[in-house]
């Protein structure tokens, strides 16, 4: 036991260093890597996340899902740099959501997912922030480190899985705590059909109704997922899993915009939240079980 602390608290400490690293070396290539004056604040929100984190493991601790060896660390430098490169690809370089920030599609975000689901939550959370972290620097549009740990929290929460021993219950009570995130979402979303887009070029007008719905249909698409595939549920779970890791880590990363920003708790759901979280779970319920099929595939021609 004492040995996997130690392992989660150096985990930790690498995600904190990794983006110390970034933020002082990204800001002497790049001025547009300089934290402004929220800088700091923004590391108050990164410490709050990588203490729940800690809070979750002390809590399950004696799960042997928070163990970490070499095989771990390999896993974590491999997830972290092709989610770094996968990233860049795809942030804000191709497909943009109307949205008050900086959002664009990534199916990237399939990454975290699996790492955490097939490797642990340690790898997943590594995978997440650093490479979300790196992937920001890389793009060289800024850098947002309470958005990064919120990334790093989706490969956490997909590791999480493995702590109920009856996956199918599991992934049905994924379904509807997810379920109740959604309609609270959509229904906010509704609510406040004023807030406009912000960063996007059409700037004055409401973030789409598309943009809103997302949400709703990406939770759609994960229950055609657990009915369509109910015999496979390690399919089903790493869709659900990570389904939820992305409705609570972008959740953790937009509210706390609230204070770093000064955005106004609809302006932080509508024109942040939900933008970037319906776009992901589309993502979890198309890319993560092809992830999951190829990986299964190459395990059983392998041997392993």
């Known amino acids: 036991m004492k040995n996997k602390m130690v392992s989660v608290l150096l985990a930790l400490a690498a995600v904190l260093v990794f983006f110390l690293a970034i933020v002082f070396i990204g800001g002497a290539i790049n001025p547009n890597l300089k934290l402004d004056q929220t800088g700091l604040l923004r590391f108050v929100f990164v410490a709050v996340g990588l203490l729940i984190v800690f809070l979750v493991y002390y809590a399950t601790r004696d799960s042997k899902i928070w163990e970490v060896g070499t095989r771990e660390v390999v896993y974590m430098a491999i997830g972290a740099a092709l989610y770094a490169v996968f990233s860049y690809l795809f942030n804000g370089t191709v497909f943009v ?7 664009a599609l990534r199916p990237a975000i399939a990454i975290p997912m699996f790492f955490g689901f097939t490797f642990g939550p340690t ?4 995978t997440g922030a650093v490479g979300n972290m790196f992937g920001d620097a890389l793009t060289g549009f800024g850098l947002y480190p309470q958005w990064s740990v919120g990334n790093g929290l989706i490969g956490m929460i997909a590791g999480m899985v493995f702590l109920f ?45 598309l943009a809103g719905i997302s949400i709703a249909a990406g939770f759609v698409l994960v229950l055609v997922v657990r ?28 509210i706390s915009d609230i204070w770093i920003n000064g955005y ?16 992901n779970l589309i993502f979890a319920a198309i890319l993560v079980p092809i992830l999951v099929v190829a990986y299964a595939s190459l395990q059983r021609q392998t041997g392993r």
């Open 97 to 103: 959501v109307p949205s008050v920030s900086q959002v």
């Open 123 to 126: 790898v997943g959370l590594f």
């Open 165 to 209: 021993k009856d996956k199918k219950r599991s992934a049905d009570t994924v379904l509807i705590i997810s379920a109740v995130l959604t309609v609270l979402a959509t229904a906010f979303f509704l609510l406040n059909r004023d807030v406009t887009n912000g960063m996007y070029f059409a700037a004055t007008e409401p973030v789409s109704l």
């Open 227 to 254: 009915f369509a595939f109910g015999k496979n549920m390690d399919l089903v779970a790493a869709v659900t899993w990570g389904m939820l890791g992305n409705l609570i880590g972008l959740g953790f990363a937009a």
């Open 264 to 279: 106004s708790p609809a302006v932080a759901i509508v024109g942040e939240y939900v933008p970037s979280a319906g776009p």
